[in-house]
């Protein structure tokens, strides 16, 4: 038996479309145990990255092993140690919960009695004791959520993908996921988990990868990430368009933006530069004023030079 | 466990989990039997009377006669009935999440297709129990004899399973599963253009050479002849062949769907 470190190793996956490239060259390595957030906006490719790990979806070039499995040679070991919640909810509506975890216990070839001890203990870890044998169509998102997660551990796999696991969810809905997470990273299990959120990735990573426009444009641990951040912004709202020049004069730093009437400029957070900062304004020429803390759109503003779209751009072969 | 082992268990399981979906969901399975049922009905008591008297051969028919007539149609149309719930409980479950958790477990990739399969089968024996029971309580008279009886079990059998691999491949076809369900309304419809429901010899010429041609004709032939105690060993020969033809088709086309699906 080898002794395996490395839970995925990835090297120049790429994928495209026609002639729009989604995945442009990614590398990157989730050793065994840790939690490895792919942070983007919608359309950097983080589900098609996703997709390819999971063997969903056959790569054109580059190597991809999870588990010690090559994706495409060797599909049915990999998918043998993997567990999967995809983006949009993945459970038979017409089945009641137990019914949903005992289909997943069959299919993972568990054998009667394992698998109702398994069924049990996961309705109860995931809190679906009283909606166990109610249909999962009348569930909640967030029930929907956790019963998705709970099927996907009912094979007891290492290795798990979570495709944007808390987008749509309420903040409460969300915390019992991170709750979760966190439970299954104790128990030493491999997670691979995409998010639009930062702070999300903050609060659940390890390791950070940055993808935009199907590239790793930064890897790190939070910490890291955070000191390529240029802290926050503060935002100013201006009464009119001759004062929005005006400040914008008197600031140097800031970008002014005459349409919407606002003046943002970059800000750390402290309060001693906001007073200075205040006390050479004129009361009359600003009438709102906004302090925000540094958020995926810094990110991405700092590495990328753009801010986060809904569209990918489009991207150029290498 | 071997691999063989391994796609009967597998499939046994997607079985289990399709007859859930019919026993969670009646009215579909009610509204597809209800659909043969109707027609037999309204052929029976409303058009029964006239259509019986225009039968050839003499003395001239009843509507009992048109009743047994129309027997091997209103089976066929039962088949194509239950088909559309095929395809679109298979539609469904592709436009849904849970398809591609299935792929991404280390199950035999067949057994999501053969759990429809063997499912949609099932439903049709019991639509077609339903309907041969009420056929019979309308007053449907047979000659057949019990080798005969095993033929109509077999072909029938033989024509779902081939019914079936098709609308399978209608439901991967299809974007999702309100296209999936207009489909099979041609297959209700072939029979009336067929000989179904009156001899092809009364239509038009251009017509008639389309009903005399067309797949389901030999096979509701091949069923009259059983039902009435007279089998013709060209109509058996012919309707089998077809069936083999369309279960083939079907099912090397929904193989190929399923794994296109699995390239992008």
């Given at each position: 038996m080898?002794?395996?470190?490395?839970a995925?190793?990835?090297?120049?996956?790429?994928?495209?479309?026609?002639?729009?490239?989604?995945?442009a060259?990614?590398?990157?390595?989730?050793?065994?145990?840790?939690?490895?957030?792919?942070?983007?906006p919608?359309?950097?490719?983080k589900?098609t990255t996703?997709?390819?790990?999971?063997?969903l979806?056959?790569?054109?070039?580059?190597?991809?092993?999870?588990?010690?499995?090559?994706?495409?040679r060797?599909?049915?070991?990999?998918?043998?140690?993997i567990g999967v919640?995809?983006?949009?909810?993945?459970v038979?509506e017409?089945?009641t919960?137990r019914?949903?975890l005992?289909?997943?216990?069959?299919?993972?070839?568990?054998?009667?009695?394992r698998?109702e001890?398994?069924?049990e203990?996961?309705?109860?870890?995931?809190d679906?004791?009283?909606a166990a044998d109610?249909r999962?169509?009348?569930?909640?998102g967030?029930?929907k959520?956790?019963?998705?997660l709970a099927?996907?551990?009912?094979?007891?796999?290492?290795?798990?993908f979570?495709?944007e696991?808390t987008?749509g969810l309420d903040?409460r809905?969300?915390?019992?996921?991170?709750g979760i997470?966190?439970?299954?990273?104790?128990?030493g299990?491999?997670?691979f988990l995409?998010?639009?959120y930062?702070?999300?990735?903050d609060?659940?990573?390890?390791?950070i990868g940055?993808?935009d426009?199907g590239?790793?444009?930064?890897e790190?641990?939070?910490?890291?990430?955070?000191r390529?951040?240029?802290?926050g912004?503060i935002?100013?709202?201006?009464?009119?368009?001759?004062?929005?020049?005006e400040?914008?004069?008197?600031?140097?730093?800031?970008s002014?933006?005459?349409?919407?009437?606002?003046?943002t400029?970059?800000?750390?957070?402290?309060?001693?530069?906001?007073r200075?900062?205040?006390?050479g304004i004129?009361?009359?020429?600003?009438t709102?004023?906004?302090?925000?803390?540094?958020d995926?759109?810094?990110?991405f503003?700092?590495?990328?030079?753009?801010?986060?779209?809904?569209?990918?751009?489009e991207?150029?072969a290498? | 466990m071997?691999?063989?082992?391994y796609?009967?268990?597998?499939s046994a399981?997607?079985l289990?989990?399709n007859l859930?979906?019919?026993?969670?969901?009646?009215?579909q399975?009610?509204m597809?039997?209800?659909?043969p049922?109707?027609f037999?009905?309204?052929?029976?008591?409303?058009?029964?009377?006239?259509m019986?008297a225009?039968?050839?051969?003499a003395?001239a028919?009843?509507r009992?006669?048109y009743?047994t007539?129309?027997?091997?149609g209103?089976?066929m149309?039962?088949?194509a009935?239950v088909?559309?719930?095929t395809?679109?409980?298979v539609?469904?479950d592709m436009?849904?999440g849970?398809i591609?958790?299935?792929?991404?477990?280390?199950?035999a990739?067949?057994s999501v297709l053969?759990?429809?399969v063997l499912?949609?089968m099932?439903?049709t024996?019991l639509?077609?129990?339903v309907v041969?029971g009420v056929a019979?309580?309308?007053g449907?008279?047979?000659?057949?004899?019990?080798m005969q009886?095993?033929g109509?079990?077999?072909?029938?059998?033989?024509l779902?399973f081939?019914?079936?691999w098709?609308?399978?491949g209608l439901g991967?076809?299809?974007?999702?599963?309100?296209?999936?369900?207009n489909?099979?309304?041609?297959?209700?419809?072939?029979?009336?253009v067929?000989?179904?429901?009156?001899p092809?010899?009364?239509?038009?010429?251009?017509l008639?050479?389309?009903?005399?041609?067309?797949p389901f004709?030999?096979?509701?032939d091949?069923?009259?002849g059983l039902?009435a105690?007279?089998?013709d060993?060209?109509?058996?020969i012919?309707?089998a062949g077809?069936?083999?033809v369309i279960g083939?088709?079907g099912y090397?086309?929904s193989?190929?769907?399923?794994?296109?699906?699995?390239?992008?």
């Amino acid at each position: 038996m080898t002794t395996r470190t490395t839970a995925i190793e990835v090297a120049g996956l790429r994928k495209s479309y026609g002639d729009h490239e989604v995945v442009a060259g990614v590398d990157l390595t989730v050793p065994e145990g840790t939690v490895y957030a792919l942070l983007g906006p919608n359309g950097a490719g983080k589900t098609t990255t996703v997709r390819i790990l999971s063997t969903l979806l056959p790569a054109d070039a580059g190597e991809a092993r999870v588990a010690g499995h090559d994706v495409r040679r060797e599909a049915d070991r990999v998918r043998a140690s993997i567990g999967v919640t995809g983006q949009f909810s993945a459970v038979d509506e017409l089945l009641t919960g137990r019914e949903n975890l005992r289909l997943m216990a069959d299919l993972g070839h568990l054998d009667r009695c394992r698998a109702e001890t398994v069924g049990e203990r996961l309705l109860e870890r995931f809190d679906l004791v009283d909606a166990a044998d109610r249909r999962a169509a009348t569930y909640s998102g967030g029930m929907k959520r956790r019963l998705d997660l709970a099927m996907t551990l009912v094979a007891g796999p290492r290795l798990i993908f979570l495709d944007e696991p808390t987008t749509g969810l309420d903040p409460r809905s969300r915390r019992d996921l991170w709750g979760i997470v966190r439970e299954l990273v104790a128990d030493g299990v491999t997670v691979f988990l995409t998010t639009q959120y930062l702070e999300e990735a903050d609060q659940l990573a390890d390791r950070i990868g940055v993808l935009d426009g199907g590239r790793l444009v930064a890897e790190g641990t939070a910490a890291e990430l955070k000191r390529l951040v240029p802290g926050g912004h503060i935002e100013f709202q201006v009464a009119d368009s001759e004062r929005v020049a005006e400040l914008a004069r008197r600031l140097p730093e800031a970008s002014p933006n005459p349409r919407a009437l606002t003046v943002t400029l970059p800000h750390d957070g402290s309060l001693t530069t906001l007073r200075r900062l205040l006390d050479g304004i004129d009361d009359d020429a600003v009438t709102g004023l906004a302090v925000r803390t540094p958020d995926l759109d810094d990110v991405f503003l700092a590495l990328t030079g753009q801010p986060t779209t809904d569209e990918s751009p489009e991207e150029v072969a290498v | 466990m071997s691999t063989a082992a391994y796609a009967v268990r597998d499939s046994a399981t997607m079985l289990r989990r399709n007859l859930k979906h019919l026993a969670r969901y009646p009215s579909q399975t009610l509204m597809l039997i209800g659909l043969p049922l109707l027609f037999l009905l309204l052929f029976v008591y409303v058009f029964g009377g006239t259509m019986g008297a225009g039968l050839p051969g003499a003395p001239a028919g009843d509507r009992g006669d048109y009743l047994t007539f129309i027997t091997p149609g209103i089976l066929m149309m039962t088949v194509a009935s239950v088909s559309i719930g095929t395809a679109v409980s298979v539609a469904t479950d592709m436009t849904n999440g849970i398809i591609d958790r299935f792929r991404t477990m280390a199950i035999a990739k067949v057994s999501v297709l053969t759990g429809h399969v063997l499912g949609a089968m099932i439903q049709t024996a019991l639509a077609l129990a339903v309907v041969f029971g009420v056929a019979f309580l309308l007053g449907l008279e047979t000659a057949a004899s019990a080798m005969q009886w095993l033929g109509l079990v077999g072909l029938l059998a033989l024509l779902s399973f081939a019914m079936t691999w098709f609308t399978v491949g209608l439901g991967l076809a299809s974007p999702n599963p309100e296209t999936a369900s207009n489909w099979p309304m041609i297959f209700i419809l072939l029979p009336f253009v067929g000989s179904g429901f009156v001899p092809v010899e009364s239509m038009p010429a251009g017509l008639r050479g389309f009903a005399e041609h067309q797949p389901f004709t030999p096979i509701m032939d091949a069923f009259r002849g059983l039902l009435a105690g007279s089998p013709d060993g060209s109509d058996a020969i012919w309707a089998a062949g077809w069936c083999v033809v369309i279960g083939l088709v079907g099912y090397l086309w929904s193989r190929r769907l399923y794994r296109l699906r699995a390239a992008n």
